[in-house]
């Protein structure tokens, strides 16, 4: 199946270069691109992309008000924020309003293209370190989110290994279990947590104290 991608930047040169990129994969295709995030929304209902490739920083509306507007949407494309500067708070602000993970725009073609796969796939966290820096940087101590207290042991214990970055082979193997289960332990998280994906369960066991981010 071919993953469906939409470039949000307002720097040509970015997304030309992004394009190129993703082009050249065969099971890859750029189908739109938007210079500023107010454009985002209704190219994404046009072209019902898989990723959106999000600059955070943008004229008119940002990249964290963009991906806002996308959850509204009732199947929203998976959001993955494209930075300068891996310790920007916008980028944490940007995850925490539903993006699934982010990358710097230096980083690697490769690299790029693994992340908007693993981003699609959604079964395991881009960069957990960088979002755990992000988290301690960010923190103000134990918070309450709501449904934490409602997780199962087991459900605890697939939420921890979920902040490390393991995906649900790596969970399963960890646990001796098998992947189904592993997969209906994370659904019941999500669930629970009232989370749109594995980055924002793990921002929350980090806000609620349930992992601590240091």
């Known amino acids: 199946m071919t993953l469906r991608v939409v470039i949000a930047d307002d720097e040509d040169l970015i997304r030309a270069g992004l394009r190129i990129i993703i ?31 999000m600059d955070v ?26 930075t300068t500067f891996e310790n ?19 980083t690697r073609p490769d690299d790029l293209i693994k992340a908007v ?20 940087r960010r923190s103000q101590g134990p918070g309450r989110v ?7 042991g087991r459900e605890g214990d697939v939420l921890r290994l979920m902040t490390k970055g393991l995906s649900n ?3 399963a193997a960890e646990l001796v279990v098998s992947q189904e289960t592993v997969k209906t332990h994370v659904g019941n998280v999500l669930a629970k947590l009232g989370a749109r994906d594995r980055t924002q369960a793990v921002i929350a066991a980090y806000e609620s104290g349930f992992v601590s981010p240091s």
């Open 169 to 171: 082979h790596e969970i």
């Open 57 to 82: 920083r943008m004229p008119a509306l940002d990249g964290i008000q963009a991906t806002e507007r996308l959850l509204t949407l009732d199947a929203p494309p998976k959001v993955l924020v494209v």
């Open 23 to 53: 082009d050249a994969e065969p099971d890859l295709t750029v189908v739109g691109e938007a210079a500023d995030g107010a454009a985002v929304l209704p190219l994404v209902r046009r072209e019902r992309p898989d990723v959106v490739l």
């Open 146 to 152: 709501a449904g934490i207290d409602r997780l199962t």
């Open 117 to 136: 796969k693993l981003v699609a796939a959604g079964e395991s966290l881009l960069f957990p370190a960088a979002i755990r820096a992000l988290a301690g």
């Open 88 to 106: 920007d708070d916008h980028v944490y602000d940007a995850l925490r309003a539903g993006a699934s993970g982010f990358l710097l725009k230096r």
